[in-house]
Nanobody, 120 residues
Framework: QVHLVESGGGLVQAGGSLRLSCVASGSIFTIRDMGWYHQAPGKSRDLVAS???????NYADSVKGRFTISRDNDKNTMFLQMNNLKPEDTGVYYCNADVSQVTAPWHVYWGQGTQVTVSS
């Protein structure tokens, strides 16, 4: 079994910063793409940023220039540095990872989410 755990959320004023972390653990052989998703209240879960195992990055237009995704392949950990936060960034942030286990095929796992609240 594989588990993803997010941390780093919280309450911050507009213009502030937060750094989210996502740690993958379990019987992991290798991880391909990892990503961060944002779900605002009453809205769908949307991709914020993704990163390949080769460290190629992809961002939603709404966060370009403000958010930076990174990962440490040796530690199965991914980060999201969020700067110049806006009230519309409020919501739950989820991480996911496309994981291969030694005795199981590729499967996408999700974390439980971490709440980010940006006050105006």
């Amino acid at each position: 079994q594989v588990h993803l755990v997010e941390s780093g959320g919280g309450l911050v004023q507009a213009g502030g910063s937060l750094r989210l972390s996502c740690v993958a653990s379990g019987s992991i052989f290798t991880i391909r793409d990892m990503g961060w998703y944002h779900q605002a209240p009453g809205k769908s879960r949307d991709l914020v940023a993704s990163i390949t195992s080769g460290l190629d990055e992809n961002y939603a237009d709404s966060v370009k220039g403000r958010f930076t995704i990174s990962r440490d392949n040796d530690k199965n950990t991914m980060f999201l540095q969020m700067n110049n936060l806006k009230p519309e960034d409020t919501g739950v942030y989820y991480c996911n990872a496309d994981v291969s286990q030694v005795t199981a095929p590729w499967h996408v796992y999700w974390g439980q989410g971490t709440q980010v609240t940006v006050s105006s």
